[in-house]
C-alpha cells in the first residue's frame, strides 16, 4: 500500500478551477451500470498491450474508447500476435459518486485517499475519501485524482482487464512524486509525459 508520507507534490495553493470541471466529469451519472451485452467493447490482446490508432491529441475530455494499456496507447503499435477479446467497459466518475452500492468490497467509499495512493499530510488529498475525491476538490487541479479513484473501481471490478489497479495507482503515485497536481507527470513510455489533463484524457478515454 501507498505510504501516505512518502512524497509531496502539494505546494498548498489553491490552483485555479480546471476546465474538466467536476459537473462535466458526472455527466454519465444518471446511466444504469450496464444496459445489456450491447454495452461490452473489446479489443484484441495485442492492441491491449501495445496499443492502436488513437493518440493523445484527441481532444481532452472525449472518451473514445481507447481500451489498451498507457504504454501501447502511447506507442501507437499495431502489432498483434495472439487475439483475445478484453474487456472495456470503464464506468465514470459521476457513475462511481452516484452508485455507491456498486463499490468493490476491497475499496470502501469511506476509505481515505490515502490508504491506496500517496499523498503527504500536509496536501488536500489527506484525509479525504475516496467519495468525496469524486467531486471536483480544489487540491485537485485537473481532477486527476477524481479520474484516478474511477478508474481504480474500473480495475477493481474487472471493467477495464486491459488496466488493473496496480497499474492505476502507479499512474498516480508517479504523478504525485513528480510534483502531483498542476505540476506532476506520468511517464507511459520512455521519452513521453503526460501531465495532469493528458492522463485525465487517457484515463476518461477508458470510460464511457
Not at 466518475?93 to 468490497?105: A, D, F, I, R, V
Request: aromatic letters at 10%; proline letters at 6%.
Amino acid at each position: 500500500m501507498a505510504n501516505s508520507e512518502q512524497h509531496n507534490g502539494d505546494n498548498g495553493a489553491t490552483p485555479p478551477p480546471s476546465a474538466a470541471s467536476g459537473t462535466a466529469a458526472e455527466a454519465g451519472a444518471a446511466k444504469p451500470a450496464f444496459a445489456g451485452a450491447a454495452r461490452r467493447r473489446f479489443a484484441t490482446k495485442g492492441a491491449a498491450a501495445v496499443g492502436a490508432i488513437l493518440t493523445v491529441k484527441s481532444q481532452p475530455g472525449m472518451a473514445c474508447s481507447i481500451c489498451h494499456s498507457p504504454s501501447g496507447f502511447a506507442s501507437g503499435n499495431l502489432n498483434s500476435r495472439a487475439p483475445e477479446a478484453v474487456v472495456c467497459e470503464g464506468l465514470s466518475p459521476g457513475y462511481w459518486k452516484n452508485h455507491t452500492g456498486s463499490w468493490h468490497s476491497s475499496c470502501a467509499p469511506s476509505m481515505k485517499f490515502q490508504r491506496r495512493f500517496n499523498c503527504s499530510s500536509s496536501s488536500g488529498f489527506y484525509n479525504k475519501s475516496m467519495l468525496t475525491m469524486l467531486s471536483h476538490q480544489d487540491c485537485d487541479q485537473d481532477n486527476v485524482a477524481m479520474h484516478i479513484v474511477a478508474a481504480y473501481q474500473n480495475a477493481l471490478k474487472g471493467y477495464t482487464s486491459f488496466l488493473k489497479p496496480d497499474r492505476v495507482q502507479a499512474i498516480w503515485n508517479e504523478y504525485w512524486r513528480t510534483g502531483g497536481s498542476g505540476r506532476g507527470y506520468y511517464t507511459p513510455m520512455a521519452g513521453k509525459k503526460w501531465y495532469g489533463p493528458q492522463i485525465v484524457a487517457y484515463l476518461r478515454g477508458t470510460m464511457d
